[in-house]
Nanobody, 122 residues
């Protein structure tokens, strides 16, 4: 079992920044890939960024490249998503997920956090 708890969502004006954090715990979570997804009302869940915990390699969706950065902190077992130059289209519920491999398909992830709301106003 892997437990994931997100924090750091909120409201921000367009062009602003937010930092999301996902606290991971449980057995062998370091063997997993951790990823951030988002889901806006009426839309499918979308891959945002991911990181292989052990290797530290990362992958970002094209829609957030150059604006969002995913990182991990081994000391406190968190995966963070730094979001800069936010746009209204980034408004969504953001979820942290853990899976055996780093894929963009949400169906391949085994564990999910409860989600945190990010709202970007124009």
């Amino acid at each position: 079992q892997v437990q994931l708890v997100e924090s750091g969502g909120g409201w921000v004006q367009a062009g602003g920044s937010l930092r999301l954090s996902c606290a991971a715990s449980g057995r062998s979570f370091s063997s997993y890939a951790l990823a951030w997804f988002r889901q806006a009302p009426g839309k499918e869940r979308e891959f945002v960024a991911g990181i292989r915990w052990s290797a530290g390699t990362t992958y970002n969706a094209d829609s957030v490249k150059g604006r969002f950065t995913i990182s991990r902190d081994n000391a406190v077992n968190t995966v963070d998503l730094q979001m800069n130059s936010l746009k209204p289209d980034d408004t969504a519920v953001y979820y942290c997920a853990a899976g055996r491999v780093l894929y963009s398909d949400p169906a391949l992830y085994d564990y999910w956090g409860q989600g945190t709301q990010v709202t970007v106003s124009s």
